[in-house]
């Protein structure tokens, strides 16, 4: 039985939050445990929209990793 291990090229996360501080956190989280697979950020993309049951606005973001 032989064992492969693949190094990961890329990857996309996907955040949500209720508030831009705890959206920021859990990113920053994120980057750190990233740095582990050797994966660093290439590009943020974010945006808001406002929750239709609550009406409070939603803050989300689309983090792309890759390796330098």
Known sequence: MAIQLD???DKIEFYEAFDLPTLEALIND???QN????LRVHSVQHS???HPKTERPV???VVHYKEP
Do not use: D, F, N
């Open 30 to 32: 994120k980057i750190e």
């Open 7 to 9: 190094r990961i090229g």
């Open 48 to 50: 808001v929209h406002i």
């Open 59 to 61: 803050y989300t973001a």
């Open 35 to 38: 740095k582990a697979l050797l």
